[in-house]
């Protein structure tokens, strides 16, 4: 999977780099996002922007991550989701569960 990590205004921003996130690849989604909640990195952001398809198990990575980074009383929001992707966030209703940005700068100034 092509991830990229950057740091901006504190926060960890982790860029997904791929058209899908599916069986073939949310686990090591979840367990990249696990191993920086473990390393204390716990405000994190992550950009979906040239995401176009998810399924169950990608959703499933990303709320694993969610659930993860609140147990260490941090959070990861999501920001640039593409319709067709935030399409599921509705349909499974975790729009509800996850703070979703439109743009990446509005997620930086409201997770800080």
């Keep these: ?14 860029f997904v780099h791929e058209e899908r996130i599916d069986a ?20 994190i952001i992550v950009q979906l ?20 980074a609140i147990t260490k009383s941090g959070k990861l929001a999501l920001a640039l989701v593409q319709k067709q992707v935030l399409s599921m966030f509705e349909l499974t209703r975790l729009n509800r569960v996850f703070e979703i940005y439109s743009d990446l700068n509005e997620a930086l100034i409201n997770d800080t």
């Design 49 to 68: 922007e040239e995401v176009r398809f998810i399924d169950s198990s990608g959703l499933g990575a990303l709320l694993s991550g969610h659930k993860n």
């Design 1 to 14: 999977m092509n991830l990229e990590l950057k740091t901006i205004n504190g926060l960890t921003v982790l």
């Design 24 to 43: 073939h690849n949310s686990g090591e989604l979840k367990a990249y996002l696990l191993h920086l909640i473990e390393q204390g990195q716990t405000q």
